[in-house]
DNA sequence: CCGAATATTGACCATCTGGTCAGGATCAGG
DNA sequence: CCTGATCCTGACCAGATGGTCAATATTCGG
């Protein structure tokens, strides 16, 4: 069964994304209750009421958000391969997220922000599709701590890990650069620093 | 010099504290935006007007909060002790503030809320209080990685990776459950996991 | 126990904000 | 180039919200 999609025309297309691309950039500065209709309608170019005609709500525009980023914010971990070497897995679904963090920043903090805040539009999605992928993947890196592949660690607490470690450059960018001061980018030596710690933590 | 103070009778302080308690639950919950002065007022059992005779406004009572509660919040970080064992400051620092986490959950989202908006309420406190205790530490372990008694890893980021780990788990505490389901707390396998980590990380 | 200082409140106000609507502009297909 | 559908807007509305104020109640020192 296909669920109705509604047709759309180009400059519906166009302007909806220009609509979910402002509403991205003053969602994720100032949160959702902090973000009026106005905002976002000037951040977009468009008029409030125009705004309101490709979406029917601020929430709609929320919600649309979150859903339409949520493959791309889960997608490092989907590739992460029983088949291949799991230390180099790990290590490459490290990477992948902390390069996320560093292109995607707002929407590391959009998605921050939402769970921060008890995730109330989002509580179905974490306990059902996160949930499940979380499981899958945790299986897998079981199977390599029971054969002694990698060292015994809790597989719930290294997935953890390597949100809390990558997400927290984006999410909390400006402590990061008030405590290291003007310097280069933190992304250098935050790869470093990880590659040395996950390959230490995980060596059997 | 000193700050002048205002005289404060015993009915004062303690509804300044109640409000203060409520504001942390509400503002943690929802953000700054997010909350209302009725919401306070009603979690802290007084009418509106009455909240507003103890605090000029709302942005005073959450100016109020931040800055009660910094001390609380740096206070692990300056037990750090140039004079102990390296392995064992470090994981003495990440226990304690993984405590501070699993004990004080709501102002753990205060800050993690006021910072991932930009803290434009505490730019001044980051850059210059957060920074210097932040560097005086930084140079401990400096120099503890020069003698080579612990691991070469760089000070400042492993400052972060102990924030992001052990922070992670009240901030995003919706998203562990999610994750981990019903089961047992999630910090006692933490602390289990983060020793680990931070021994095999800090070895020499 | 009294009067002054301190607390508390209901009523009120100005502003902001999410959302509506009727009508006008623009566009696309025939 | 005509017509219907799509797109856009100014004006507007109702409710929420931060904050004020005059008046009343309570507390406290002497």
Avoid at 20 to 45: H, K, M, N, V, Y
Avoid at 121 to 141: C, F, P, Q, R
Avoid at 149 to 164: K, M, Q, T, Y
Avoid at 168 to 196: C, K, N, S, T
Wanted: net charge negative; no cysteine.
């Amino acid at each position: 069964m296909k669920i109705q999609q509604p047709r759309r025309s180009r400059i519906q297309n166009k302007n909806r994304n220009v609509i979910l691309d402002a509403a991205l950039q003053e969602f994720s500065a100032r949160g959702f209750s902090g973000t009026t209709i106005d905002q976002i309608a000037d951040a977009a170019g468009l008029s409030k009421p125009n705004v309101l005609y490709y979406f029917p709500s601020k929430e709609a525009i929320y919600r649309g958000l979150l859903v339409g980023l949520l493959d791309l914010w889960l997608a490092p971990l989907r590739e992460l391969d029983a088949e291949g070497d799991p230390v180099e897995q790990i290590l490459g679904y490290v990477r992948r997220k902390l390069l996320l963090s560093r292109d995607y920043p707002n929407e590391s903090r959009l998605f921050a922000s939402e769970v921060l805040h008890g995730a109330p539009h989002m509580t179905e999605v974490l306990s059902e599709d996160l949930h499940d992928l979380v499981a899958e993947k945790v299986s897998i890196i079981a199977g390599w701590t029971a054969s002694g592949r990698i060292a015994e660690v809790d597989p719930h607490h290294l997935i953890f890990s390597i949100w809390a470690l990558t997400q927290h450059y984006a999410d909390f960018d400006v402590q990061v650069r008030a405590v290291m001061g003007e310097g280069p980018d933190p992304y250098a030596g935050a790869m470093i620093f990880l590659e040395h710690l996950f390959r230490r933590m995980l060596a059997p």
